[in-house]
């Protein structure tokens, strides 16, 4: 790595997945903008053009299987569906009829013809409408090769890079290769989007939200220092910097599966997952139990309802993984960012208020009773203990309604999210009926502070540091001790280390996170007792602000420095 003899300068953003990394930039080429409408020269050979178009469609085809190639999993399929779509003559035969008919320049050509094969995709609807966005990620690149701009998307670099752009979108996450993309800084997105959470399943530190007068500072090939944890970018690191950031790399942390506080008090560490895959490494990264499930990511990119058996086989993958352990499993939590095109309703004005997760049963009651029926065959083909809960029960008739509904299906034990402010209100009506809660302090906190989790500029307002959520949290907690029931939280809060010794002292008895976050949240938690997590809950909810909570915790955590937390 080539150190400029630029002094170090510091630019900052929102850290979203913990970590301190340092590398080459590599930014994303900004998107093919819409070629103007320009006619062929009359000198010009028609067939050559057409040529050109076919050459140009075969170019991004070869790029795309190489890159497929080198792909693993869920990214590899993603690549192999665009690399057919590039191949497909629909396309090309149409953009090649438009230059010979109407003379169009071909990068305008294709431009033409995707935008006809998307609105034809997209008028057929579920699978097929899903399909534009390969229709126009083809179409940039090809336009990309016809005019010899840079191609858009993940730059292919051979060396490991932190990879800098405006935003990514959750499909984009996913497919990051942990092995050469080490970090990501976007200027766009907030702290709890999907795509922050996906960075954190990949254990790839990253910053977002820094605005654009920061990434504009970072050039293809400077050597930056990303502290995901605290959100500072160093541009031009000094040697002593990077040496702490490679020692940092190199220690290995690891968690027995024993979660507790220092004086022995049981804290369970449990795994949030979304497959079979996921909840396998979850085990293997000791998770003592899954304590939130998101049914609904098996599902994502279906246009019809899963029939029954492949929700059994969806379910028992994720169940066989922890035998004889706890698997907190959510139906499905559909709507406003992760939309079912059998279940959410595209058009509606504000989706994040709108019919979603528990309430689309008021609508689609079936779905609900189809997906007890498969989760109750899956707990008879498991040995795990299965615990089933709703997203955003906001009532008690809501409460008794998904409880009975899940116990006559033979689910012994039913629960709640809380993540609708009225739920953690009430809590302690709504816990006449539910067994246990589950706390979504991502949602909670977007419901509380009236702030969209995906908007980076309002970051400040969207963290569960707020007062306002922990003292919400607290009230659930309250609610629940008189009938002697359980609350965990499972939103991104459970994966912060301080704010987790928080939530166990405001009651909190479980906290289920990325698998790759538990060592750390495990390595604080042993390093103060219950009591000290009372006293620590204290001062965050006596806080008057976000900032001053998360100070005033972190100042009594003197562990935090000495991991790089
Ligand atoms: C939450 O809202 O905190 C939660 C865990 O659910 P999701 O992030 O899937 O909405
Ligand atoms: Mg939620």
Redesign the pocket.
């Known amino acids: 790595m080539a150190l400029s003899d630029a002094s170090p300068t510091s630019l900052s953003g929102i850290g979203v997945s913990p970590g301190l990394v340092a590398g080459p930039v590599a930014r994303m080429a900004p998107g093919i903008p819409e070629p103007e409408l320009a006619l062929i020269d009359a000198s010009r050979d028609l067939d050559k053009e057409c040529e050109r178009i076919e050459a140009a469609a075969q170019t991004v085809k070869k790029g795309l299987e190489l890159s497929a190639a080198q792909a693993k999993g869920e990214g590899r399929t993603l690549l192999e569906t665009t690399a057919q779509m590039a191949a497909d003559p629909t396309l090309t035969s149409s953009a090649q009829a438009m230059v010979r008919e109407r003379r169009l320049v071909p990068e305008r050509a294709v431009w033409e013809a995707a935008g006809t094969l998307a609105s034809m995709l997209a008028s057929l609807g579920g699978y097929m409408a899903e399909r534009t966005r390969d229709v126009a990620d083809v179409r940039d690149r090809i336009v990309a090769v016809l005019t010899d701009s840079p191609m858009p998307g993940i730059p292919m670099l051979p060396e490991p890079f932190i990879l800098v752009a405006e935003d990514l979108a959750p499909a984009d996450t996913a497919l990051l290769d942990p092995e050469k993309v080490i970090a990501f800084i976007t200027s766009e997105g907030g702290p709890?989007s999907?795509t922050a959470?996906l960075a954190r399943a990949l254990g790839m530190p990253a910053i977002v939200g820094t605005g654009a007068e920061v990434v504009d500072q970072l050039h293809d090939g400077d050597i930056v220092l990303v502290d995901g944890t605290k959100g500072v970018i160093t541009l031009n690191p000094d040697e002593g910097a990077l040496r702490r950031a490679k020692e940092l790399a190199s220690r290995v942390r690891v968690f027995n599966g024993d979660g507790a506080t220092k004086d022995g008090r049981e804290v369970q560490l449990l795994a949030?997952v979304g497959d079979a895959a996921g909840a396998r490494s979850a085990a293997e990264a000791g998770a003592m139990g899954v304590g939130?499930f998101?049914t609904e990511f098996c599902f994502l990119d279906q246009p019809d309802e899963p029939t029954i058996e492949a929700q059994v086989e969806a379910y028992t993958g994720v169940l066989a993984a922890f035998p004889g352990k706890k698997v907190v499993v959510r139906t499905l939590?559909a709507g406003a960012d992760?939309p079912l095109p059998f279940l959410t309703d595209a058009t509606e004005a504000n989706p994040a208020l709108g019919v979603r997760a528990y309430r689309t049963a008021r609508r689609d009651p079936d779905v609900l009773e189809h997906q007890l029926e498969a989760l109750a065959k899956a707990e008879a083909a498991t040995d795990a203990k299965v615990w089933v809960m709703a997203?955003m029960i906001s009532t008690a008739e809501e409460a008794k309604a998904f409880t009975d509904k899940a116990r006559s299906y033979g689910l012994k034990t039913a629960g709640m999210?809380i993540?609708v402010p009225s739920a953690a209100l009430m809590a302690d009506k709504l816990f006449e009926y539910a067994d246990f809660a589950s706390v979504?302090?991502?949602?909670?906190t977007q419901y509380v502070m009236a702030a969209d989790r995906l908007l980076s500029s309002l970051a400040d307002l969207s963290t569960a540091w707020q007062p306002a959520v922990l003292r919400l949290i607290k009230q659930a907690c309250d609610g629940a001790a008189p009938h002697g029931r359980p609350v965990g939280v499972?939103?991104?809060a459970a994966a912060d280390p301080a704010l987790a010794t928080v939530l166990v002292g405001l009651g909190v008895a479980s906290l289920s996170m990325t698998a790759r976050a538990l060592p750390d949240v495990d390595a604080v938690m042993k390093s103060v007792t219950f009591e000290e997590c009372q006293e620590l809950a204290r001062l965050a909810i006596d806080s008057a602000t976000a900032e001053d909570a998360r100070a005033a915790v972190r100042a009594k955590l003197p562990i935090l420095e000495e991991l790089g937390l």
């Open positions: 709890t999907h959470i949030n939130l998101r939590d992760k997203p999210m993540e979504g302090t991502n949602d909670l499972c939103g991104e």
